[in-house]
């Protein structure tokens, strides 16, 4: 019970935009690498590495590919998904999320705050350490006896985190398969949502009918429809922001995955709205080198509990500072005008 309760608050932080490693780990943090240096010493003894809570049990079991464990998810947006958009998020997020960076996928899908996914987001996790608890205690698996980089692709660390056990292959493959199964309806629900949704839009742009100079065509739209999508191109054009001066923008998050994503979006924008703003992604703790050569600083949801600790630097050095939240930053985004409006906003 204990453990369940420990990695699914980390995914109950997470869904809520907040960094629950960044959170929970801290409070477990001397006896998970504590259990590792005992269980090798039992090892060592002939006897069954028999810790369960370990440092490897997170990195490898309960956040499989990243928290809420994660891993399979890629795999089924890039070969079952039907929609456009989770297709082309899986393609972006496999790799990353391959090696436990899981921003792109739980920001893009999005993921967080995203109700479809809030069931097999927290339970996947709880279910992952269980099974591993039922190998250790029931079958005898040896538990984690080696400290590896987090990085290491899940299957992998927890084969050679084990000591390379038979076990450990088993419960590897299992891990998949029940992960996968737990996520799969989810996602195909989702899936369903947003495939009609695309559909939809598909129909009112043929519908509608666009001409190659840009311009709403007559062709199947009424004059108040016409007259409605002419009037929200033109509020677009007129709502491109300007600035006087160059604007030097960092985001920062826990592991520059997340704050590359809002930093891409501020780029985007400014080039397509000709503003003068540069934004460069971080990671929070590799700043304060850098903090100085920039305008401004907005931190992402899973490092907005650090504001008032970044406040007094940027206070110092007279940095605009802004935190986000969860369902914000997702807007921000995926929505580059908004980014460079919440951007204007700021230092106004």
């Not at 290491?152 to 398969?177: H, K, Q, Y």
């Not at 007259?227 to 491109?240: C, G, K, L, P």
């Amino acid at each position: 019970l204990g453990i369940c309760i420990i990695w699914g608050m980390m995914a109950l932080f997470w869904f809520a935009g907040v960094h629950g490693p960044s959170i929970v780990e801290p409070a477990i943090a001397a006896i998970i690498y504590a259990n590792v240096a005992t269980n090798l010493q039992l090892h060592n003894a002939g006897e069954q590495a028999s810790n369960v809570l370990t440092v490897g049990l997170g990195n490898f079991v309960g956040t499989m590919g990243g928290t809420g464990a994660t891993l399979v998810v890629p795999f089924i947006f890039l070969l079952l998904a039907r929609s456009k958009q989770l297709k082309a998020v899986g393609k972006a997020s496999v790799v990353p999320v391959c090696f436990a960076v899981n921003e792109p996928l739980l920001f893009a899908a999005p993921m967080i705050l995203n109700p479809y996914f809030f069931i097999p987001f927290l339970l996947t996790p709880m279910i992952n350490v269980c099974l591993f608890k039922f190998f250790v205690d029931v079958i005898g698996m040896n538990s984690f006896i080696y400290v590896l980089p987090w990085a290491t692709p899940a299957p992998i660390g927890l084969i050679l985190g084990t000591g390379m056990g038979l076990w450990a292959l088993v419960l590897a493959v299992l891990l998949i398969v029940v992960d996968f199964l737990i996520y799969l309806p989810f996602c195909k629900a989702y899936d369903n949502e947003l495939l009609a949704k695309e559909a939809k839009n598909a129909e009112l742009e043929a519908a509608v009918g666009v001409s190659q100079a840009g311009q709403p065509a007559m062709v199947g739209a009424t004059g108040t429809d016409t007259f409605a999508i002419m009037n929200n191109n033109a509020q677009v054009e007129e709502s491109a922001p300007t600035l006087e001066k160059s604007i030097n923008v960092l985001v920062l998050c826990a592991g520059a995955g997340t704050s590359a994503m809002l930093a891409n979006a501020l780029t985007e924008g400014a080039k397509q709205y000709n503003v003068p703003i540069t934004a460069s992604a971080g990671a929070y703790g590799s700043h304060y080198e850098i903090m100085k050569d920039f305008d401004m600083v907005i931190l992402a949801p899973q490092v907005g509990s650090y504001y008032d600790d970044i406040k007094e630097d940027t206070d110092r050095l007279n940095i605009k500072l802004a935190a986000t939240k969860g369902a914000e930053y997702i807007n921000l985004t995926r929505n580059s005008q908004k980014a460079i409006d919440f951007v204007l906003e700021q230092v106004k």
